[in-house]
């Protein structure tokens, strides 16, 4: 319980719409997370990645931004049906609420039920998914992905949080 307490007391980002003029600082944060990454390889050059981050984008997805003190610390995307194909955060960021607070927002804006996908071997970001109900759906498992690594296909029912 206190460790719940703890963590909420340090979430002061403010979590909205992202916005054409946040899609360069979105496209930086997955770009920094590749090349973080030490096992995850990267399949898309930083240019193509940050092709794809153009303001049309918001036209297709709802993607919300947490913001402090004017700062981008993460981003989470999300399609119409629910899928949520991104969930980045900068890594100062990590472990202290901001993660979960996108995902909350995310839970209110499609209160029918979540998907996205982890690696397999991201085992910190499985525990967190875990932790916020989601559930994994074993006949969805893709061991072919681009990457070469193994995605696990999880899934958030829905309903009260």
Same mark, same amino acid.
């Given at each position: 319980?206190?460790?719940?307490?703890?963590? #909420?007391?340090?979430?002061?980002?403010?979590?909205?719409?992202?916005?054409? @003029?946040?899609?360069?600082?979105?496209?930086?944060?997955?770009?920094?997370?590749?090349?973080?990454?030490?096992?995850?390889?990267?399949?898309?050059?930083?240019?193509?990645?940050?092709?794809?981050?153009?303001?049309?984008?918001?036209?297709?997805?709802?993607?919300?931004?947490?913001?402090?003190?004017?700062?981008?610390?993460?981003?989470?995307?999300?399609?119409?049906?629910?899928?949520?194909?991104?969930?980045?955060?900068?890594?100062?960021?990590?472990? #202290?609420? =901001?993660?979960?607070?996108?995902?909350?927002?995310?839970?209110?804006?499609?209160?029918?039920?979540?998907?996205?996908? =982890?690696?397999?071997?991201?085992? @910190?970001?499985?525990?967190?998914?875990?932790?916020?109900?989601?559930?994994?759906?074993?006949?969805?498992?893709?061991?072919?992905?681009?990457?070469?690594?193994?995605?696990?296909?999880?899934?958030?029912?829905?309903?009260?949080?």
């Amino acid at each position: 319980m206190m460790n719940s307490a703890v963590r #909420k007391a340090t979430v002061t980002s403010q979590i909205r719409r992202a916005t054409a @003029s946040d899609l360069p600082v979105c496209a930086a944060i997955i770009n920094n997370c590749i090349d973080a990454t030490e096992w995850l390889p990267r399949t898309i050059d930083h240019t193509d990645v940050e092709a794809l981050f153009v303001p049309s984008l918001l036209e297709k997805r709802t993607m919300f931004v947490a913001e402090e003190h004017g700062e981008i610390l993460g981003y989470l995307s999300m399609s119409d049906d629910g899928f949520v194909p991104a969930l980045y955060l900068q890594p100062a960021a990590r472990n #202290k609420g =901001v993660g979960k607070a996108l995902l909350d927002t995310a839970k209110i804006a499609h209160p029918g039920g979540l998907e996205l996908t =982890v690696f397999e071997c991201n085992t @910190s970001a499985l525990r967190f998914y875990k932790r916020e109900g989601f559930d994994e759906d074993p006949a969805r498992r893709d061991d072919a992905t681009e990457e070469g690594i193994s995605t696990l296909w999880l899934r958030w029912p829905g309903g009260a949080q």
